[in-house]
């Protein structure tokens, strides 16, 4: 069983940056997925950005240039820069880790944290 905490969140102005960390429990060396989430009031959950145990990365396109998702093997810690913030970039932020694919995502599989609030002024 892993648990994940996420840190780092905050208030901070249009055009700030925020880098949130999310330390698991034990390790993640092995963990084949990870990635970040996130949730605006009255909206659904939605994919941010992906990392494989291989430092693949992917992100939602709308993050592209502005965010990096990043792991810390030996501190057991998924990280994500973000730059450039905007308001509509305000949520809470959620950390995920998955074995596998298939369960990449949902809800109800793999491991999540409770989140943090980024919440970007304009």
């Known amino acids: 069983q892993v648990q994940l905490v996420e840190s780092g969140g905050g208030l901070v102005q249009a055009g700030g940056s925020l880098r949130l960390s999310c330390e698991a429990s034990?390790?993640?060396?092995?963990?084949?997925?990870m990635g970040w989430f996130r949730q605006a009031p009255g909206k659904q959950r939605e994919w941010v950005a992906t990392?494989?145990?291989?430092?693949?990365?992917s992100y939602k396109d709308s993050m592209k240039g502005r965010f990096t998702i990043s792991r810390d093997n030996a501190k057991n810690t998924l990280y994500l820069q973000m730059n450039s913030l905007k308001p509509e970039d305000t949520a809470v932020y959620f950390c995920?880790?998955?074995?596998?694919?298939?369960?990449?995502?949902?809800?109800?599989?793999?491991?999540w944290g409770q989140g943090t609030q980024v919440t970007v002024s304009s």
């Open positions: 990392i494989t145990s291989d430092g693949s990365t």
């Open positions: 995920h880790a998955a074995w596998s694919i298939i369960d990449f995502g949902n809800r109800g599989r793999g491991y």
């Open positions: 034990g390790s993640i060396s092995g963990i084949n997925y």
